[in-house]
C-alpha cells in the first residue's frame, strides 16, 4: 500500500518536469529560463545583505534586516531569519507543520519593489501544511524541499524570509521556473 502513494508522487513529479520542458515558447528553451530565473534571483539578492554560508553553530542573525544566508552549496534557497522561534521546540520528522505565508514573484521584482504577494497570511480559512521531512506525503512533495529547511534550524513559531530556486519549489515553480521570496512562519500541530 506505501508503494502507491510513492508512485503518485512521482508521476506528479514527472509530470511537472514535462510540463515545464515543453511549455517554454518556441523561442525559449529550458536552459534559457532557468538562466533568466538566476537573474531574477541575483536582481533580488544584489539589493540585500548575503551571506555565503550557514553561521557556525547556527548562530543565525535575526530581524528585518538580518542578512539572508546561502542554505547551500547550490544556491536552492537563501533564508534570512526574522525570528527563531522556540528552539526549545523543534520539528521531528513526520511532524504536521502549518505554515502562513505571503510569496513574491522574483520575475516581477523591479525598482527595489517586491510585487505584491499571495499567500494565507492574512486568511485563517485557508490552511496549508506538510508533513516535515516525509518524502512520501503528497503535501510535502507538493511544496517541495526548500520550504522546509528553516525547521532544520529554528524552532517552532519561527518566522523567514526565504528565497527558493524553483528547483527547490512547489511542482508548479519547478514546471514554470519561477523563483519566489517567502515570508513565511511555522506552527506545530496540536492533533
Known amino acids: 500500500m506505501k ?36 537573474k ?12 555565503g554560508h550557514i553561521p557556525e553553530n547556527n548562530e543565525f542573525e535575526a530581524g528585518p534586516d538580518a542578512p539572508f544566508y546561502k542554505m547551500d552549496s547550490d544556491g536552492l534557497v537563501y533564508m534570512r531569519v526574522i525570528s527563531k522561534g522556540d528552539t526549545e521546540n523543534m520539528a521531528k520528522k513526520n511532524d504536521l507543520v502549518y505554515i502562513r505565508f505571503t510569496r513574491y514573484n522574483l520575475a516581477d521584482y523591479t525598482d527595489g519593489k517586491l510585487p505584491e504577494g499571495t499567500g494565507n497570511s492574512d486568511d485563517v480559512t485557508y490552511p496549508e501544511q506538510f ?17 522546509q529547511v528553516p525547521l532544520e534550524y529554528l ?37
Open 131 to 147: 508533513r516535515y521531512q516525509n518524502t512520501t506525503s503528497q503535501n510535502s512533495i507538493t511544496w517541495g524541499e526548500g520550504i
Open 3 to 38: 508503494l502507491l502513494p510513492r508512485i503518485f508522487s512521482i508521476m506528479a513529479l514527472m509530470t511537472a518536469l514535462a510540463s515545464g520542458l515543453t511549455s517554454c515558447d518556441d523561442n525559449t528553451s529550458y536552459a534559457d529560463r532557468l538562466e533568466s530565473e538566476t
Open 40 to 51: 531574477h534571483i541575483n536582481r533580488y539578492l544584489a539589493d540585500q545583505k548575503v551571506v
Open 155 to 191: 524552532g517552532y513559531g519561527c518566522e523567514v524570509d526565504l528565497v527558493i530556486r524553483s528547483q527547490a519549489g512547489r511542482n508548479e515553480d519547478i514546471a514554470n521556473v519561477i523563483p519566489y521570496m517567502y515570508n513565511i512562519r511555522y506552527f506545530k500541530s496540536r492533533i
